[in-house]
C-alpha cells in the first residue's frame, strides 16, 4: 500500500518540495487511521502541509480503495531529527 500510495502522491506534491516518507494504518479512540507522513529535505511549515493536504485529500478521494476501511485519513509532517526504526 505505501508504494501505491507514493507513487500516486509524490509527483503530485513535488512541486511543493514533499514527499511521501511513510504510511501506516492506526488505531486511535477505535477508529482505523490511515497515517501519511510527509518530509523534505527543509523544513515544512504549516501552509505547505495544508497545501499538500489539499492536494492528496483529492487524490485520495478518487482512489477510496486504498483507504481499505478506515475511518480517517490524519497527513502530517516529519519531525526534523525524527529516527525511522526499521
Partial sequence: ?????KVLLDDKIKK???F???TFISTEEG?????????????IDLNRVT???RIINKIMDE???LLQDCDELDIYSK???EIKNG
Fill in 63 to 65: 482512489h477510496v480503495e
Fill in 20 to 22: 511521501v516518507d511513510d
Fill in 79 to 81: 519531525e526534523k531529527g
Fill in 16 to 18: 511543493l518540495n514533499i
Fill in 51 to 53: 497545501n499538500a493536504s
Fill in 1 to 5: 500500500m505505501k508504494d501505491k500510495i
Fill in 31 to 43: 477508529k482505523k487511521v490511515l497515517n501519511i507522513v510527509l518530509d523534505s529535505d527543509e523544513i
